[in-house]
């Protein structure tokens, strides 16, 4: 399939993904279309939102619109690492009697995972997520174990209560792609949600794309061209993050503890070019890289104490950023 039929065709899949999930889902749309940007950047997502707001139904929901595998990880303050990626169990070979270590695959292998209140286990557990999220395999004892691909983890995180919480490391922050904020709906959107959950709905929920057409997706994205230009835009901006970069504003230099790494700057790049695919243009443009900063660089920047004091938010300073 040449390259202009599989733009057409991720387009119409776009608009499918979106009426499909519209039978469940009201509103959200930019959580949408990142969640989609995410899937063809092979990028991971962390969702955050206060309760209620149907972060588990929204992840839940795209796993039925697509024709992956799909795991559910409830994350608790006892759950341990091999509840996630599995263990080795001594087991005993019917003919010979020789009993081996035997490996139990755990949830992770799996194409979707669903990591529900990922801030709610010790880092211990948290780190089970590191290699598997940015290697796409897990280690158990001395085997290297590979995961089925596309692997996405979409995790969820309520920013509000944090008793019996454990903060992300900055680590694991940077391995997710996105760190969308869900906002509250509209007052009508609101109404709509209410009608939908108290009424009977038998609704079905079709699935749209398969796991060889998502692969397709990744691969188109990856080739689209782009320009010096717009590339050190994002590198540029990426470095006035960085208190110590010697051309900082005086804002970075004021309210930034520190700022966002080299992976940022390739995350602008990968979600603008997805951004422009899915908008019809043939190139990513620097007004492209302007529409997915807050989600790639609010989780990678760390305020210092004057911000805290100030009440100044990452947001506030990206807008100031973006505008200068």
């Not at 994350?75 to 080795?88: A, H, K, N, R, V």
């Not at 760190?179 to 509209?186: A, H, L």
Request: proline share 6%.
């Amino acid at each position: 399939m040449d390259n202009i039929k599989l733009l057409e065709k991720i387009i119409n899949h776009k608009k499918e993904f979106d009426n499909e999930l519209s039978k469940i889902i009201i509103g959200q749309k930019s959580v949408l279309d990142f969640t989609f940007i995410a899937l063809l950047c092979k990028g991971h997502i962390l969702l955050e939102g206060v309760p209620g707001l149907g972060k588990t139904l929204i992840i839940k929901t795209i796993s039925d619109v697509m024709k992956l595998d799909y795991s559910r990880i409830q994350f608790t303050p006892d759950l341990m690492p091999s509840d996630i990626t599995g263990t080795e169990i001594i087991s005993q070979d019917k003919n010979t009697g020789e009993r081996i270590f035997k490996f139990i695959k755990g949830p992770i292998f799996s194409n979707i995972i669903l990591a529900d209140e990922i801030n709610r286990t010790p880092p211990k557990t948290q780190s089970a997520l590191l290699e598997a999220m940015q290697e796409n395999n897990v280690t158990i004892g001395v085997e290297t174990h590979q995961l089925d691909s596309p692997f996405f983890v979409l995790a969820t995180q309520n920013p509000i209560e944090q008793e019996g919480t454990y903060p992300l490391p900055e680590a694991q922050l940077d391995r997710f792609m996105f760190n969308i904020v869900i906002d509250y709906p509209s007052f009508d959107e609101e109404v709509s949600v209410v009608k939908l959950n108290t009424a009977t709905n038998d609704v079905t929920i079709n699935e749209i794309i398969t796991k060889d057409e998502l692969k397709e997706f990744q691969d188109l994205i990856l080739n689209v061209p782009v320009s010096d230009n717009v590339i050190k835009y994002a590198v540029d901006l990426v470095h006035k993050t960085r208190p110590n970069f010697k051309d900082a504003p005086d804002l970075t230099k004021k309210y930034i503890e520190w700022g966002a790494g080299p992976r940022a700057s390739s995350y602008l790049i990968l979600a603008a070019k997805a951004y422009a695919v899915l908008n019809g243009a043939p190139t990513p443009e620097i007004e492209h890289i302007k529409k997915v900063v807050k989600p790639i660089l609010r989780h990678r920047v760390i305020l210092n104490f004057n911000a805290e004091a100030e009440g100044i938010k990452i947001d506030n300073i990206l807008d100031d950023l973006l505008t200068k």
